[in-house]
């Protein structure tokens, strides 16, 4: 999805309510595609692990 590279902000905090649905897969392919993304909210996805963390770290030098 090329339109997902100008990504610089997301809000999954609605899946609060779906937790499991938001995994690191997800995230890590976040990541990778959104250089960008400068905020990112994923409060209350407890389905994540340090994989996400790192991903974001690895591939998100603009996140603040």
């Not at 595609?33 to 591939?59: E, F, I, P, V």
């Amino acid at each position: 999805a090329p339109v997902l590279v100008l990504l610089v902000s997301s809000d999954f905090s609605f899946c609060a309510a779906f937790p499991q649905r938001i995994t690191d897969e997800g995230v890590v392919q976040i990541c990778r595609g959104c250089h960008r993304l400068q905020a990112l909210c994923l409060s209350g996805c407890s389905n994540l692990t340090d994989a996400s963390l790192t991903a974001l770290g690895l591939n998100c030098p603009r996140l603040q």
